[in-house]
């Protein structure tokens, strides 16, 4: 199989969004995971670190993370070197589709983790798999990913329906699934954990908010970073997608515009403790 490329890139940039959304989800992710003390979590496409971090600080013990891009590992090791948390964070260099644990490490996580690696795969029931075979009997798993048609803006920007479904496009032409967030429970199941709970998580408001603008400059950084493999699709042209970026910043400044989105969020529990 082909790897798939990641559409968001990993330049500085895109490292600030995913790091901006960090900091706007992580609480409620974390509210949801429900670490505790003692617990050994593994996270899948660990990315920036951040996250993870959050749960090693649970768990007061080292997350193990598992990361394809370089550049996003040796961010994530600044970043957790400034916040004086190194020895929290266990990035190994490895693929999700095959995890680089030693053989001892297989079925000893309490926890496995995946948020926002699912729609970049083009398997991710592989990516499941291994998930439920590296933690114990009695461990879970918890999967956070997107469902890309959930998202409504209002007052639609002029120009931005069409990005949009180009943008969802793309996942398609990458071997991906812009939809994968629906078909977590279904994963889980179909990897042989037990689905034990589905949430979504609720990102957005309205202008005046604090964190709308946050929201906004995320979804702009989404597109921005996709601008060419929005345009590869044929669907929409290049000062397309710069015409809807603009149409977004400006609908950002609106009194009355309002982001509504939400990020299923999936947990199973292994059978057979
Ligand atoms: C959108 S980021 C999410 C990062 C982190 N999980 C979070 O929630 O902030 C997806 C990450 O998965 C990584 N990734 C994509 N495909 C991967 C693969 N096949 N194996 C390992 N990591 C992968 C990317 O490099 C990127 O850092």
Not at 40 to 67: C, F, H, N, T
Not at 91 to 108: C, H, I, K, N, Q
Not at 124 to 136: G, H, L, S, Y
């Amino acid at each position: 199989m082909i790897p798939s490329r990641y559409i968001h890139g990993t330049d500085p940039d895109e490292q600030a969004r995913l790091a901006l959304l960090n900091d706007l989800l992580n609480a409620a992710c974390l509210r949801e995971l429900r670490v505790s003390r003692g617990e050994r979590v593994l996270d899948v496409g660990s990315g920036l670190g951040q996250l993870a971090r959050g749960m090693a600080r649970a768990a007061a013990k080292p997350v193990v993370g598992i990361e394809r891009s370089a550049e996003q590992s040796a961010r994530a090791r600044d970043l957790a070197r400034s916040a004086g948390e190194e020895e929290l964070l266990d990035v190994r260099s490895g693929d999700a589709l095959a995890f680089p644990l030693r053989e001892a490490e297989w079925g000893t996580f309490d926890l496995a983790n995946a948020r926002f690696l699912l729609e970049h795969v083009p398997a991710p029931e592989k990516v499941v798999a291994q998930m439920v075979r590296a933690i114990r009997p009695g461990g879970r798993v918890a999967l956070c990913d997107d469902d890309h048609s959930l998202l409504r803006l209002h007052p639609e920007p002029p120009g931005f329906a069409p990005v949009w479904q180009a943008f969802m496009r793309s996942y398609d032409r990458n071997g991906n699934d812009p939809y994968v967030g629906r078909r977590l429970a279904a994963l889980l199941a179909g990897a042989g954990a037990r689905p034990s709970r589905l949430t979504w998580i609720f990102v957005g408001g309205c202008a005046g908010e604090p964190a709308f603008n946050g929201f906004a400059e995320n979804l702009a950084g989404n597109l921005r970073g996709a601008r060419e493999a929005i345009a590869a699709t044929g669907a929409v042209a290049l000062d397309g997608v710069d015409a809807a970026l603009e149409a977004i910043a400006a609908f950002a400044r609106l009194p009355d515009a309002s982001i509504g989105y939400a990020f299923p969020w999936a947990e199973g529990v292994r059978p057979g403790r």
